[in-house]
């Protein structure tokens, strides 16, 4: 009897645990159907509902819009000589952001290709000036051998690029460093500048802007427009094929009035003065030659100056980065004549048949101090025209006591003096 007891006891239980069971597997049957449920809706939501975004994001990740930026414009003299011109090399450069250790990064490069402190410096600087997401360059106009070195070697420089880049080059030597200008590397005075202008999406792709001289006056000449290629990429981010083209258009070349064979008589002339010169045509205005000593050299300039030669030119006691014709302050010395005999003929104290006797001085009133003119003995009879013809000093200091030094002042200011 114990023991028929026991079975049944037995069997029960196993009831209990087959019920049990089923009712764990239904309850997990459900939470399977309520994910699978969940899965559909989402992938129906993410297929069929947002099919249009996802397709178009996939899309941008297959595609890639890349700027190309525009030759810049050349500048000639009234001969067509060459003042400034363009050529291309490769130049090393890195996006901090992609890099995952900068100096990591660069010290691995530095045991592929030799990198100079200056060159160090120089990146460190432009890094400084630059955003996390902008390429810096590090090294520029690299050999064929140090290209395919870094080019073998990508795979492991993340953020490290070679890009081909226009440098800028200028022949007219250091006489023409004021008159050209330079370019520089685009920094975010000039991005607000574009902004404010409207221009900043001409410049995506472009690194270099007028910074000085004609390259900044005549910047939106020179730049040109910026051209877009449309590239299929693949999971890397390289470039597979091109299916698309809007290629950059030129900047217009600029043709000036100014001789370089005059600029250069010019310069000679100067030997080791300081000082400026302009030479203009009366007929046109235009600038024939123009000359401040001294000067320096603008392309040190183009793809960013070492702080070194940046201090000496800066801290030098001659200021070579003046430019003395455009900003130099000097007495106006014999060019204020004409103006005063234009002066003396409009207030009437001067006919022009007037005559004085020039004996080589003058002596103001009541004075025995000699104020001599310019050619000893003088120039002897003079009227108003002879006096302009021989810039005859004496019958202008006559002129000026007459005048007065108030009519002299309001009638010259008239003319910027």
Not at 47 to 62: C, D, K, P, S, T
Request: aromatic share 8%.
């Amino acid at each position: 009897m114990i023991g028929f007891g026991s079975n049944r006891a037995t069997l029960k239980d196993l009831d209990q645990e087959l019920s049990a069971f089923r009712a764990r597997l239904k309850v997990g049957a459900l939470f399977v159907g309520a994910l699978a449920a969940i899965l559909l809706a989402r992938g129906f939501y993410l297929q069929v509902v947002r099919h249009g975004f996802y397709e178009a994001r996939a899309e941008a990740n297959r595609i890639s819009y890349v700027p190309t930026a525009p030759n810049r414009g050349l500048i000639v003299d009234r001969n067509d000589t060459l003042l400034a011109d363009n050529y291309s090399a490769y130049t090393l450069e890195i996006k901090v952001s992609d890099t995952g250790g900068l100096e990591r990064t660069l010290a691995e490069v530095g045991r592929l290709v030799e990198i100079t402190p200056g060159q160090l410096r120089r990146f460190r600087r432009l890094l400084s000036e630059s955003h996390e997401f902008e390429t810096v360059p590090l090294k520029s106009k690299l050999s064929d051998a140090e290209v395919a070195v870094l080019a073998a070697n990508r795979y492991r420089l993340p953020g490290v690029e070679v890009k081909a880049r226009l440098f800028r080059n200028y022949l007219g030597g250091e006489g023409m460093a004021h008159v050209l200008g330079f370019i520089g590397r685009i920094n975010d005075n000039d991005l607000k500048r574009l902004r404010a202008s409207g221009r900043e999406a001409n410049y995506k792709g472009s690194v270099h802007i007028g910074k000085t001289g004609l390259e900044q006056s005549y910047e939106t000449l020179l730049h040109g427009r910026t051209g877009f290629e449309q590239v299929e990429t693949d999971a890397s981010g390289r470039a597979v094929r091109m299916l698309s083209r809007i290629p950059a258009v030129p900047g217009n070349d600029l043709k000036l009035h100014l001789d370089l064979k005059l600029q250069a008589i010019a310069e000679q002339v100067f030997g080791d003065y300081l000082g400026g010169l302009v030479a203009l045509d009366p007929r046109t205005g235009g600038v024939l030659a123009l000359v401040s000593r001294p000067g320096f050299d603008a392309n040190l300039f183009v793809d960013g100056i070492d702080p070194e030669t940046w201090k000496s030119l800066n801290e030098s006691p001659d200021r070579p980065m003046v430019n003395r014709v455009l900003r130099g302050i000097y007495p106006p010395g014999s060019t204020l004549k004409p103006f005063m005999a234009l002066a003396g003929l409009e207030l009437g104290l001067r006919n022009a048949s007037d005559e004085i006797n020039d004996p080589g001085y003058y002596s103001l009133p009541n004075s025995r101090h000699r104020f001599r003119d310019w050619k000893a003995g003088g120039h002897g009879t003079v009227d108003l025209m002879r006096s302009v013809q021989q810039s005859c000093d004496t019958y202008y200091y006559r002129l000026a006591v007459d005048m007065g030094i108030d009519r002299m002042h309001d009638y010259l200011a008239r003319y910027g003096f």
